[in-house]
């Protein structure tokens, strides 16, 4: 069982970036089939991020649309989120989460499909944005 390791969180002021990212051993370098992506939690929600898929289409919630950029580098494994215009509504535990399988759906819903369909998550990291 694979465990994906997230860096690069922490405390901010409005209008800052940050730069998460999440190593996912044995997803992207092998060349199989994956599909990836970004989720964060405040309180009790769950929300969705972004997602890529293998062959690099991306999917956003409309939340960050325009401020974040989800990327990748398959040789190393590592799943990226650079993060700008940061708000304090942006505050919260972001968590990478991966499926061995291809993405399903299409714009929202293959954000929503990887929730309940990722064999992998990650333990988090903080992301605190301060007004």
């Known amino acids: 069982q694979v465990t994906p390791v997230e860096s690069g969180g922490g405390s901010v002021q409005s209008g800052d970036s940050l730069r998460l990212s999440c190593v996912i051993r044995?997803?992207?370098?092998?060349?199989?089939?994956?599909?990836a992506g970004w989720f964060r939690q405040a309180g009790l929600g769950r929300e969705a991020v972004a997602v890529i898929k293998n062959d690099g289409t991306t999917t956003y919630a409309d939340s960050v649309k325009g401020r974040f950029t989800i990327s990748r580098d398959n040789a190393e494994d590592t799943l990226f989120l650079q993060m700008t215009s940061l708000q304090p509504h942006d505050t919260g535990v972001y968590y990478c989460a991966a499926d061995r399988k291809r993405c399903v759906g299409s714009g929202l819903t293959t954000l929503q499909a990887l929730e309940i369909m990722a064999d992998a998550w990650g333990q988090g990291t903080q992301v605190t944005v301060s007004s």
């Open positions: 044995g997803y992207m370098s092998s060349g199989a089939t994956y599909c």
